[in-house]
């Protein structure tokens, strides 16, 4: 019994450890944004006065003058836009992949693989040459371009796994009652299917929403500029001051949303972050 | 079925146009895929062959391997390799053992599973940019808390020397990544047959014995997948640096390098040669890894 409670005691520090570490940055985030602009440098962990003065600076203006407000609409329709069609183009190839037989299947997956450990840094000076001579460049077509192509291998991958896993004699039956494959592919697989492909989106929108090195490079105004991109532009009151007060709060801002909505689908998360990686 | 279907004529038409159904539910992906690498990169290839600045636009020409030359015999080159190298190599190593702890913790625990996986979830959810932000006013002298740490001098200037600047550079990629790694390795080890456990405690193997004789050997496969995955990550490594330094004091990393000479100084040629080295590099990291894989890798997934 003595043994049983220092294990206890040993776990409970292991686990309190993590979360701590996990949280520190999050609630720092959240305390520098609460204080009062003459506190911002007083280096206390947490704030000894509150203000809502840097989430109101951020709003300012309306969305001619806010620094923040086009930035926060061009992230989430760009993150949003490159969802949608990612899940539809993977889909579509997950099911071919997870269900029909034909010659270079294993050329597409190992072609996949192969760009999800693309750097790129390399595709940068093309595309920035590419967008400005077909007008792409500081569109939102142009950033979502780049990312359609970095989350598909993402995105075929855990499709792929989920979709394995389905029941297919349903598809057969619906086949045998008369339905084209296509019918059978969005009458009955799609509905079995979307649990995954909600998985998958979830993965997908993180990785629009996080990237940084296109939003900076491809963008050169609030036209198409995202929030990361955004973030580094800011200006203080004067050109020597770092606004840390605004970028803390526009950071918990984009930040807070996307955990809750993390921790609330972790199960889904965990499952597709993980796909596939112990078929080895 | 399968054997019937070889002999049948309308049976073989059915396997034809079942192949044209797969090319055609392929065709967005693999072109939208290709379209922005595949091109690109050849393109990448032509322009770093060329003088191309976009301030002086009637100087360009081919110059053959010029940029190449250029972009290797510069010291700058060989400090950025070095440094990216270096953050590569260092927060991978911390991140292997920290994320090998994690899985454990998350596998073993006798509760708080679900509290633990809710925690490592949180870096995950967080922009690279943010978390970076949020680690450099930590450190910062004017705002930061942790100078005010016991142990730490007040006047430690974090951002002002090299080592000191990669120490938190490397904090937060670690920070920000060990989920991820943590998340890949428990896959690996919730597939281990607990009864191995079970045999080797009644042959009176010790904890660290379980540890180093079973769980290694038979998670040697989740590990190099991680590990190609992170290694790979970690080689374009960019967001944090650029947020916390910029560069300064001898911290810039190739993509870096590669993102100053494209967009903020123009010039296409040089910056393209970048580009191309950098490809290189992954390419050899990435053959190295598979080498050491087999081909077990194609059973692995691509990380985000």
């Known amino acids: ?280 | 079925m399968e054997a019937s279907a070889q002999r049948h004529p309308a049976a073989s038409e059915r396997t034809r146009s079942e192949h044209r159904l797969a090319w055609l539910l392929c065709a967005p992906a693999v072109i939208a895929m290709l379209a922005v690498t595949a091109y690109p990169i050849g393109y990448a290839i032509v322009l770093s062959l060329q003088r191309i600045d976009l301030r002086f636009p009637d100087q360009s020409g081919f110059v053959g391997l010029d940029n190449y030359g250029a972009v290797l015999s510069s010291d700058l080159w060989w400090t950025d390799i070095f440094n990216t190298v270096f953050v590569m190599v260092t927060s991978v190593a911390i991140e292997l053992v920290l994320g090998m702890a994690i899985a454990l913790v998350m596998h073993r625990a006798i509760f708080g599973r679900g509290v633990v996986r809710t925690a490592v979830l949180i870096p995950y959810g967080i922009i690279t940019v943010v978390a970076a932000f949020a680690w450099q006013f930590a450190f910062a002298p004017e705002t930061g808390f942790v100078n005010h740490l016991p142990l730490i001098a007040e006047d430690m200037d974090w951002f002002g020397g090299r080592f000191s600047s990669f120490a938190v550079i490397i904090m937060a990629e670690v920070w920000k990544t060990t989920p991820f790694m943590a998340l890949l390795l428990l896959a690996g080890l919730v597939t281990i047959d607990s009864q191995l456990y079970e045999a080797a405690k009644v042959d009176g193997a010790s904890a660290w014995q379980r540890f180093t004789r079973i769980t290694l050997p038979l998670m040697k496969p989740a590990i190099l997948v991680a590990l190609l995955f992170r290694t790979l990550d970690a080689f374009r490594v960019f967001d944090t640096i650029f947020i916390m330094t910029r560069g300064a004091q001898d911290t810039e990393s190739v993509s870096i390098l590669g993102f100053n000479q494209l967009i903020s100084r123009l010039n296409l040629g040089l910056g393209s040669a970048v580009s191309v080295l950098i490809f290189l590099c992954v390419l050899a990291i990435a053959f190295l890894y598979v080498k050491g894989l087999g081909t077990r890798v194609e059973e692995g997934r691509p990380g985000s």
């Open chain 1, 1 to 280: 019994m003595r043994r049983g409670g220092r294990e206890y005691a040993l776990w409970s520090i292991a686990i309190l450890a993590v979360l701590v570490v996990a949280l520190i940055p999050v609630i720092w985030l959240i305390s520098l944004s609460l204080k009062p602009t003459d506190a911002v440098a007083d280096g206390r962990f947490l704030p000894s006065d509150i203000s809502f003065d840097n989430y109101k600076s951020l709003f300012e203006g309306g969305i001619d003058n806010s620094p923040f407000i086009k930035p926060l609409i061009n992230s989430i329709l760009i993150a949003l836009s490159t969802t949608v069609i990612a899940i539809t183009f993977a889909s579509f190839a997950a099911y071919a992949i997870a269900r029909l037989e034909f010659p270079g299947k294993r050329l597409i997956l190992a072609g996949a693989l192969a760009i999800a450990m693309f750097p790129p840094i390399s595709t940068v000076g093309p595309l920035f040459d590419m967008w400005r001579a077909i007008g792409l460049y500081d569109t939102y077509p142009g950033l979502i371009i780049p990312y359609l192509t970095f989350s598909l291998p993402l995105a075929i991958y855990v499709l792929v796994a989920f979709f394995r896993e389905i029941p297919w004699e349903l598809e057969q039956a619906a086949q045998v009652d008369g339905a084209t494959p296509f019918q059978a592919f969005s009458k009955v697989i799609v509905p079995l299917a979307a649990p995954g492909m909600f998985t998958a989106a979830i993965l997908v929108f993180i990785f629009a929403w996080n990237d940084f090195l296109f939003a900076i490079s491809l963008t050169s105004s609030d036209a198409s500029r995202t929030v990361p991109a955004a973030l580094a532009f800011f200006t203080g009151e004067s050109s020597f001051t770092q606004p840390t007060g605004s970028i803390a709060a526009a950071a918990v801002v984009v930040t807070v949303p996307i955990i809750v909505f993390v921790l609330f689908f972790q199960r889904r998360i965990v499952s597709g972050l993980t796909a596939g990686a112990v078929k080895g």
